[in-house]
């Protein structure tokens, strides 16, 4: 049976899609496929039993059709070999939904930006190596301050203060500051 025949035969059978276009259609948008349909030279071949079934199968129709006018809105399934290629790939509404996630997440860094509440990075590894070096130059200064301000003191107490503190500075500096914590 060709396009014609097959849509009068829907015609026929009070159906949806009774023009040769909207069986074209049906093809094109992959409602209809082999073995419902074959293509011989220019002409299309459809085996009406199995074209019915593949189109009530493929196509919803909403009360009064897509957008109101009375056609069939469709969804056209992928061939075997596209669905392969999109297993793990998440629905449209879930996509959406991160899409507008991540949207949100931008527009709150720019407005954190634009508050100047965000510290860049750099400026972050800077503030802390001035910071790192304040203390270092304060701790060393310790053990000579312990000396003018307390002389009555052994000499092992002021070496083991200034080990204590080159202990202390060692850990500090063996931490490394280039993560940033959570």
Do not use: C
Not at 68 to 80: D, H, I
Not at 86 to 92: A, D, E, M, R, T
């Amino acid at each position: 049976m060709n396009l014609q025949a097959y849509a009068n035969h829907r015609k026929a059978q009070g159906l949806r899609g009774v023009s040769h276009v909207a069986v074209l259609n049906a093809i094109n948008e992959g409602r209809l496929t082999a073995p419902a349909v074959r293509r011989e030279g220019r002409s299309w071949i459809i085996d009406p039993a199995l074209a019915d079934a593949q189109w009530s199968e493929r196509t919803t129709q909403g009360s009064m059709g897509a957008m109101g006018v009375g056609k069939a809105y469709s969804q056209p399934y992928p061939s075997p070999d596209q669905v392969s290629q999109i297993k793990g790939v998440p629905p449209l509404a879930v996509s959406k939904g991160i899409k507008a996630a991540i949207e949100a997440q931008l527009a709150q860094l720019e407005l954190q930006k634009a508050q100047e509440v965000l510290v860049y990075r750099d400026d972050y590894d800077r503030a802390n190596m001035a910071v790192l070096a304040q203390l270092k130059q304060r701790v060393e200064r310790i053990a000579p301050l312990l000396r003018t301000r307390v002389p009555m003191l052994d000499i092992t107490i002021f070496e083991e203060v200034e080990r204590l503190a080159r202990e202390a500075l060692e850990s500090v500096a063996n931490y490394d500051y280039s993560e940033l914590a959570e």
